[in-house]
């Protein structure tokens, strides 16, 4: 039921870019992405409901594919501030759960 | 406004020990999740509820765990005869009415407990 987040570990420089990957095996009906820093709660970051879309703000956009049950997140021109790890989080089709992903450590460096 | 509130922020207890996790949602949401959360990991569901009614505790390990939500605001997370594998953050999120995983969550600062 967890979905598999790729890669595991990704260390940038200040200023580059990155992508994050979310696969579910599960049919979805939305998709979820929060960052959270150590020590600290998760933080909601965008959301995606079935039906294809992209959204974004600032530099951060996201993507969902439902055919595929796969979500990327795309961080451009990161910033220091942008560390931390990332989960997505999935509702499926049918049914009140909610299950986060494996997660994504984020190191952005000067 | 004020966020999502738990209560106590930590907790050590006794292998065997009962313990009561607090969780006070933002004014007005009407969903409320239990998570838990080791270190390394993310947040593992237990519980969803939509308003007084758990509308779906599969995520509850075993019957040791068990939550309430009597007048559809503050939740409270039980534990019975707790384990050290228990040892974990607790984390509970509130969300405005609708469906699940529809909108946004808002997280507590977690509850760590700790089973010795």
């Given at each position: 039921?967890?979905p ?5 570990a ?6 580059e870019d990155a992508?994050?990957?979310c ?17 600290e709660?998760p933080?909601?970051l ?21 055919k ?9 021109a ?17 049914g009140n759960q ?13 | 406004?004020a966020?999502?509130s738990?209560?106590p922020?930590?907790?050590v207890?006794?292998?065997g ?10 004014s007005?949401?009407?969903a ?9 990991q ?11 009614g758990?509308?779906?505790?599969s995520?509850l390990p075993?019957?040791r765990?068990?939550?309430v ?8 997370l039980k534990i019975q005869?707790?384990e ?12 405005p ?8 969550q ?8 700790t089973?010795?």
């Amino acid at each position: 039921q967890q979905p598999v987040q790729s890669p595991q570990a990704v260390i940038l420089r200040e200023g580059e870019d990155a992508v994050i990957n979310c696969s579910s095996s599960k049919a979805l009906y939305s998709v979820h992405w929060y960052r959270q820093k150590h020590g600290e709660a998760p933080v909601f970051l965008m959301i995606l409901l079935k039906g294809g879309e992209q959204k974004g703000h600032d530099k951060i956009s996201a993507s969902f594919n439902e055919k595929k049950q796969q979500s990327s997140l795309y961080l451009t021109a990161s910033q220091l501030s942008y560390s931390g790890t990332y989960f997505c989080g999935t509702s499926p089709d049918t049914g009140n759960q909610f299950y986060f992903g494996t997660g994504t450590s984020l190191t952005v460096i000067p | 406004g004020a966020g999502v509130s738990q209560t106590p922020s930590n907790k050590v207890t006794e292998k065997g020990k009962y313990v009561e996790l607090r969780c006070d949602p933002i004014s007005g949401h009407t969903a409320l999740y239990w998570y838990r959360q080791s270190l390394g990991q993310g947040p593992e569901f237990l519980i969803y509820f939509q308003g007084t009614g758990a509308a779906d505790d599969s995520g509850l390990p075993n019957d040791r765990f068990f939550a309430v939500r009597p007048e559809g605001s503050v939740s409270t997370l039980k534990i019975q005869r707790t384990e050290r594998g228990d040892s974990a953050v607790y984390l509970c999120a509130s969300s405005p009415p609708g469906l699940a995983g529809v909108n946004e969550q808002f997280f507590g600062p977690g509850t760590r407990l700790t089973v010795l």
